[in-house]
């Protein structure tokens, strides 16, 4: 249908070079947009560029440098266009230990690159497409934003956050035309979640709370991105999507 082309159209994906961003990038590219990727890590982002079909540019930044986040904004808008989809992907969670147990650099390291660097590229990729009165925002959240999840209460946090940031900027920023919208995803496979998913135990358990039994894949939570920045989707913002088997209605 046409009004899932988004051919032409510059889209940005941050943490864009593997895992759920990996396939994001994907979509959009084979949905037509021209799609600049970033993260952390030059060598990821090259091999990403290099499997992916279509008009793809990479730009390493750090999402919680306010410098770094000021660069990709000025490179992709000067080399690749003026950016029309911003997809705030990129994400950690590396801790996995109670609150009282947590220190506050940890708590730091989540609220930085969940949050702040959410809150970054927003505002940089936003007042752009405020200028225009064009844009479509889509941020990765997590059911932990909806259900909570144990030992990880900074990003339960973070991700909460990110919701409320969303439903605050559509009220401000929707007669301005630019759209701001969320997919939660529940537990999904991932390079990141190889771990988990070799892990029978955990995994076991997880499948269990889950009502459709299984873990997501990865073009599971792309297909809701792809929609949001989509006409399809042209009078949704401050909206969540949930693609998680089911898990957030238990």
Same mark, same amino acid.
């Given at each position: 249908?046409?009004?899932? =082309?988004?051919?032409?159209?510059?889209?940005?994906?941050?943490?864009? /070079?593997?895992?759920?961003?990996?396939? %994001?990038?994907?979509?959009?590219? +084979?949905?037509?947009?021209?799609?600049?990727?970033?993260?952390?890590?030059?060598?990821?982002?090259?091999?990403?560029?290099?499997?992916?079909? /279509?008009?793809?540019?990479?730009?390493? +930044?750090?999402?919680?440098?306010?410098?770094?986040?000021?660069?990709?904004?000025?490179?992709?808008?000067? #080399?690749?266009?003026?950016?029309?989809?911003?997809?705030?992907?990129?994400?950690?969670?590396?801790?996995?230990?109670?609150?009282?147990?947590?220190? !506050?650099?940890?708590?730091?390291?989540? %609220?930085?690159?969940? !949050?702040?660097?959410?809150?970054?590229?927003?505002?940089?990729?936003?007042?752009?497409?405020?200028?225009?009165?064009?844009?479509?925002?889509?941020?990765? &959240?997590?059911?932990?934003?909806?259900? /909570?999840?144990?030992?990880?209460?900074?990003?339960?946090? +973070?991700?909460?956050?990110?919701?409320?940031?969303?439903?605050?900027?559509?009220?401000?920023?929707?007669?301005?035309?630019?759209?701001?919208?969320?997919?939660?995803?529940?537990?999904?496979?991932? =390079?990141?979640?190889? /771990?988990?998913?070799?892990?029978?135990? !955990?995994? #076991?358990?997880?499948?269990?709370?889950?009502?459709?039994?299984?873990?997501?894949?990865?073009?599971?939570?792309?297909?809701?991105?792809?929609?949001?920045?989509?006409?399809?989707?042209?009078?949704?913002?401050?909206? &969540? %999507?949930?693609?998680?088997?089911?898990?957030? +209605?238990?």
């Amino acid at each position: 249908m046409t009004v899932f =082309d988004l051919s032409g159209r510059v889209s940005v994906v941050t943490g864009g /070079g593997r895992g759920i961003g990996l396939e %994001i990038s994907r979509s959009l590219a +084979a949905a037509g947009a021209r799609v600049m990727i970033t993260g952390r890590q030059a060598k990821t982002l090259d091999a990403a560029k290099a499997d992916i079909e /279509g008009d793809v540019f990479g730009f390493p +930044a750090d999402v919680s440098s306010e410098e770094d986040v000021r660069q990709l904004v000025e490179h992709t808008e000067a #080399t690749v266009g003026p950016v029309e989809i911003l997809v705030n992907n990129a994400g950690v969670n590396p801790y996995y230990k109670r609150t009282e147990h947590t220190t !506050l650099d940890e708590w730091r390291h989540i %609220i930085d690159v969940n !949050l702040n660097g959410v809150f970054l590229c927003t505002r940089e990729f936003g007042s752009k497409m405020l200028e225009r009165q064009k844009g479509s925002i889509v941020n990765v &959240t997590s059911v932990a934003a909806h259900t /909570g999840l144990s030992r990880t209460g900074a990003y339960c946090a +973070a991700k909460a956050g990110v919701e409320g940031l969303a439903k605050s900027l559509a009220q401000d920023w929707a007669s301005k035309n630019v759209r701001v919208n969320n997919v939660a995803p529940g537990y999904v496979k991932t =390079d990141l979640t190889a /771990g988990l998913s070799a892990n029978d135990a !955990l995994r #076991t358990k997880i499948e269990t709370r889950t009502p459709m039994g299984r873990l997501g894949d990865s073009d599971e939570i792309s297909g809701a991105v792809v929609y949001l920045a989509s006409d399809a989707a042209k009078y949704v913002t401050g909206a &969540t %999507i949930a693609v998680d088997g089911g898990w957030i +209605a238990t």
